[in-house]
């Protein structure tokens, strides 16, 4: 069974920074795209930001330089460090990957941890 574990969720100041991290485990061969993804009630699931497995990455434009993406192989882990934090970040954070599971490609969804900005 695959697993994704987020943390680093929290209550943040406006201007402030938080840091991501979602580590994926189980039976994994190897895996592709990583991401992360949020969402405020009531509305959808939007892309926040994506990293290949060779280091291509990809943004939303609302986070451009303000929020990056990292990942370690090694570890199958991947992080979000958000900078700059304002009260339209304020969301539930999926962390999301495709996942080749010794010859099938599934996606897979972390449980989600909550991200508010407020002073």
């Known amino acids: 069974q695959v697993q994704l574990v987020e943390s680093g969720g929290g209550l943040v100041q406006p201007g402030g920074s938080l840091r991501l991290s979602c580590a994926a485990s189980?039976?994994?061969?190897?895996?592709?795209?990583m991401g992360w993804y949020r969402q405020d009630p009531g509305q959808q699931r939007e892309l926040v930001a994506t990293i290949t497995s060779g280091g291509s990455t990809n943004y939303a434009d609302s986070v451009k330089g303000r929020f990056t993406i990292s990942r370690d192989n090694a570890k199958n882990t991947v992080y979000l460090q958000m900078n700059s934090l304002n009260s339209e970040d304020t969301a539930v954070y999926y962390c999301?990957?495709?996942?080749?599971?010794?010859?099938?490609?599934?996606?897979?969804w972390g449980q989600g941890t909550q991200v508010t900005v407020s002073s």
């Open positions: 189980g039976s994994i061969f190897s895996i592709n795209v």
């Open positions: 999301h990957a495709f996942i080749n599971k010794w010859g099938t490609v599934a996606a897979y």
